[in-house]
């Protein structure tokens, strides 16, 4: 497998343990990561509001570059997934195509609208599959209960991207199962973090996000893990402020879903950047018992 790597602005920079993670998995899975250094932001679900042909020309442009290499789009950002393949369909609609191909013609760049975009969750679902993960584990997260939490971009809008239910998905579950690990179901785990209001109404995202968490902590769950470096920053880097929002500690450890799937393939809880959380993680990994846990 081999794929033109979207990794999205997070990852390069605040979670830089996410894509350190990814990388790790992927050399591990033999997924090749193609580095395309012209990629730019996919606008975050923001600037569609503002200026929807932008939004789309900006992510065509991207969506070009990886078809000039003759490749798909891998990510491990859910948001990002969501919109370059929301762009994607709307380059398909006539009116949209033409102004777009303007824009990118000024820039001397061409698209045709074949870059497929999927996310690390995908792939590991369907290209590898939980059976064949099951097998290359030699760590089994035996012990750890994990709340999968999906968060927005990845399964809405549901009748678009036509990949799972958005209600009852299950393909994080069936990883988490595959890795030895007990997933935990909760109704949270479908719900939004609120990272789409952090910067616009903090007390109310970081309501949402206790509410998810102590919906996951309600139903048993040790630990969460999410596909989506946004949900990643909310429910880890702002725990403490959804902390204030309960009105006690949390105490969750978030884990990104390659760095739970390195867990289980063998990786150091240090390759995979998990010093870096913000919410300790030692507590969880100490439940699987085959990990040092620094003193």
Known sequence: MRYAYYPGCVAQESGKELDLSTRWVCRKLGIELVEV???SCCGSGFL??????????????????AEKQGLDILTICSTC??????????????EMKTRVDGALGQLGIHYSGQTKVT??????????????LAGLVVRPLRGLKVGAFY????????????SE??????????????????????????M??????????????NRIAAHQIEDAKSHGADAMATPCPLCHISLDGYQNHASKAAGHDLDMPIFHLPQLVGLALGASPEELGLPRHLVATEA?????GQVAVPA
């Open 119 to 132: 996310h690390l969750l995908e792939v590991l679902a369907r290209s590898v599959t939980p059976e064949k």
């Open 37 to 39: 250094p012209k990629f």
């Open 192 to 205: 939004c973090c609120g990272f789409p209001i952090l910067f616009v109404n903090p007390a109310s995202a």
């Open 151 to 162: 968060g927005c971009h990845l399964l809405r809008p549901a009748d678009e991207l036509r």
């Open 81 to 94: 997934q969501g919109m370059l393949s929301f762009s994607n369909l709307q380059y398909r609609k006539p």
């Open 284 to 288: 969880a990994i100490a439940k699987i």
């Open 48 to 65: 569609d509001e503002a200026n929807l042909t932008l939004n789309v020309a900006l992510n065509a442009r991207n969506l070009a570059l």
């Open 165 to 190: 239910s958005a209600e009852e998905p299950h393909s994080f579950e069936e990883i988490i199962r595959a890795l030895g690990a007990t997933p935990v179901y909760y109704r949270g785990r479908v």
